[in-house]
């Protein structure tokens, strides 16, 4: 690696805060829209504690005509992003085997079981959804019967909180910052 000259040392925040202004730009909503929104999606679906519905919110708050292709996009992202999460549970499996669990994680186990992958419809839960897509991988449930009631459910959720949200905030609303 070569080492930078040390009169360009003081310089080296302007061009990182250009680069992180230029990361934001390239990201925005309005310009790449359906591309961020994606991105979001599939990372929210994951363990990672992140919400889509800003950005899908945003976006069609934004772009109304976008309402319909953002739901989707949002959908397709987020199932892709459970369906992550369920192979890591597959994985998980492995590693679990060797732990007992208690009564309670028992029972859970039990009820999801017997609800196999229908217990899917739920992967939409705040805290809960993600975790429980994991726990049918880790229980080998089907992945396309799983996959498709992921996104019957990640569906479900986009069209209610952006149309709730939409009628909540017709005018629009500030940001506090």
């Known amino acids: 690696m070569r080492a930078l000259p040390c009169h360009a040392l003081p310089i080296l925040p302007y061009h990182m805060e250009a680069w ?14 359906l591309s961020t929104v994606f991105i979001v999606s599939f990372v929210s679906a994951t363990l990672l504690p992140l919400g889509s519905e800003p950005a899908v919110f945003g976006l069609v708050k934004l772009n109304p ?10 959908t397709v992202g987020n199932t892709l992003g459970g ?7 597959v994985g998980a499996h492995r590693v679990a085997d ?16 017997k609800l196999g992958p229908k217990a899917c419809l739920l992967s939409w839960l705040p805290l809960a959804g993600d975790p429980l897509c994991a726990v049918a991988g880790w229980l ?14 990640k569906f479900a959720r986009y069209v209610t909180m952006t149309a709730a949200l939409l009628w909540v905030f017709p005018e629009g609303f500030e940001l506090p910052w």
Not at 22 to 29: K, T, V
Not at 65 to 74: E, L, Q, R, T
Not at 98 to 113: C, V
């Open 20 to 33: 992180t202004l230029h990361l934001i730009s390239l990201l925005a909503l309005p310009r790449f829209g």
């Open 65 to 74: 005509d976008m309402f319909w292709p953002a739901i989707m996009v949002a």
């Open 83 to 89: 369906a992550v999460t369920w192979a890591m549970g």
């Open 98 to 113: 060797a732990y007992k669990h208690s009564a309670s994680h028992l029972r859970a186990l039990r009820w999801l079981e």
């Open 140 to 153: 080998k449930f089907p992945f396309w019967p799983c996959v498709a009631y992921m996104a019957i459910g």
